[in-house]
């Protein structure tokens, strides 16, 4: 079995929403509401893919890349951002209303990206 995709967000229309698309696609979640519970979870689960709102935790979406960037196996970390990018980082972003269609195909490309 897959691990679980990592949810970094406080927003809770916005985690419903990731996890109600995402559970249709056959995806297990992990719920992270801060920056200490994330890098907790990332280093449980090492997921494929990291779904992070800049907005979450108080527009605290930079204090938590930074953190998981910090951990020892950073160079397995992939991000998706949800709504906007954060200025200094290059991840990809999934705009926000999201796009059913499109936000599940997205993730599907990176998590195939991250285990072939």
């Known amino acids: 079995m897959p691990a679980p995709l990592l949810l970094v967000d406080d927003d809770l229309a916005t985690i419903a929403q990731v996890k109600r698309l995402l559970a249709r696609e056959g995806y297990e979640m992990v719920l992270a509401t801060n920056a200490a519970d994330a ?21 605290r979406g930079r204090v938590v890349l930074e ?15 949800l709504g906007e990018t954060i200025p200094g980082f ?21 998590v195939r990206g991250t285990t072939s």
């Open 67 to 81: 953190e998981l960037r910090s951990h020892p196996d950073a160079q397995l970390l992939h991000v998706l951002l």
């Open 39 to 59: 890098v907790i979870a990332w280093g449980h689960h090492l997921p494929p893919l990291v779904l992070i709102s800049p907005r979450g935790e108080s527009d």
């Open 90 to 110: 290059g991840y990809p972003v999934a705009p926000l209303p999201l796009d059913a269609e499109t936000f599940a195909q997205t993730v599907h490309e990176m």
